[in-house]
């Protein structure tokens, strides 16, 4: 949760976006101390996987407006 928070806090995104921040932080992060710290993924299959699909959650966009005065 506290991923989730901090995800939702630097994205700007709004309350009803949660359930995706959540699946998201859990996606993304899930090494596990007891497995040295690797993901259930690796020693499963003993490859990394694959996170080329993975984008940046949220971001700031700014307008440009030329003055038309």
Known sequence: MDK????????????????????????????????????????IKEEKPDISHLRVFGYSIYVYLPNTV
Not at 14 to 23: A, N
Not at 24 to 33: E, K, Q, R, V
């Open 4 to 43: 989730a928070k901090a995800m939702c806090h630097e994205s700007c995104t709004p309350d009803l976006w949660w359930k995706y921040l959540v699946t998201y932080a859990i996606h993304t992060y899930n090494p596990l101390h007891y497995l040295n710290w690797q993901t259930p993924y690796k020693l």
